[in-house]
């Protein structure tokens, strides 16, 4: 089984639409991220959580929101989705031994229309 | 602040040729420095990386990467290409000791096998 998973891995839904994207892992990591790819740009990270009581805001939040249910368990949300959040969205964890090595899942492919 | 720099979008090379993927960071400090490998339809897969000590590390797939801080590169090679290394490649840096266990990407390469 995969250590990082995310759940849906593909989806498509409309403008002004409530949509999570949730990420699970068994590596036993407390810390978890969750980036977008776009072509050309690279990854860029939009939020990071170092524990469940601990949330930060990465390079591009606005529009998104987080939630870490349980160290296992952290999920994306985009409250009221627009065409320009279509993308690739990776999770990815690391442990605390800070070398900044990541883990990542397989990615969810959203489209807004 | 951290920044990497990947300064060819897309590369082209013949299967069995020699490769190097060019990858520049910008850091004040000793970096973390990531090569990873992104095939299509597939999430990121960790190539190799540098940390500390031999500043040429061996990765996986017969990949390796040497560490120029005088240059500030992390240049990714392969003696020769296989048409399944064709994918997209990801360089990245991570800041040593902020705390911050951040990665800061490149905005990638593409490489296209050709038989």
């Known amino acids: 089984d995969a250590d990082v998973t995310q759940t849906p891995r593909n989806r498509i839904t409309k403008t002004g639409k409530r949509i999570m994207l949730e990420c699970s892992q068994t590596?036993?990591?407390?810390?978890m991220y969750w980036y977008r790819q776009d072509p050309g740009l690279g990854l860029r990270l939009i939020y990071y959580?170092?524990?469940?009581?601990?949330?930060n805001k990465g390079e591009i939040s606005d529009g998104y929101s987080v939630s870490r249910q349980a160290q296992a368990k952290f999920s994306l949300s985009l409250e009221s989705a627009i065409p320009n959040q279509t993308a690739l969205y990776f999770c990815?964890?690391?442990?605390?031994?800070?070398?900044?090595?990541?883990?990542f899942g397989p990615g969810t492919r959203l489209t807004v229309l | 602040a951290q920044s990497v720099t990947q300064p060819d979008i897309h590369i082209t090379v013949s299967e069995g040729a020699s490769l190097e993927l060019r990858c520049n960071y910008s850091?004040?400090?000793?970096?973390?420095l990531f090569w990873y490998v992104q095939s299509p339809g597939q999430g990121l897969q960790l190539l190799l990386k540098?940390?500390?000590?031999?500043?040429l590390v061996q990765g996986i797939k017969g990949f390796e990467a040497e560490f120029k801080r005088s240059q500030s590169s992390f240049n990714l090679r392969k003696p020769s290409v296989h048409w399944s290394d064709a994918a997209e490649y990801f360089c990245?840096?991570?800041?040593?000791?902020?705390?911050?266990?951040?990665?800061?990407f490149g905005t990638g390469t593409r490489l296209t096998v050709i038989p």
């Open positions: 990815a964890t690391s442990s605390w031994t800070g070398n900044n090595e990541q883990f």
């Open positions: 590596k036993g990591h407390d810390r």
């Open positions: 959580s170092f524990d469940v009581k601990d949330i």
């Open positions: 850091y004040g400090a000793t970096p973390y």
């Open positions: 540098y940390f500390s000590g031999d500043t």
């Open positions: 990245a840096v991570g800041a040593m000791g902020t705390g911050a266990n951040n990665l800061f």
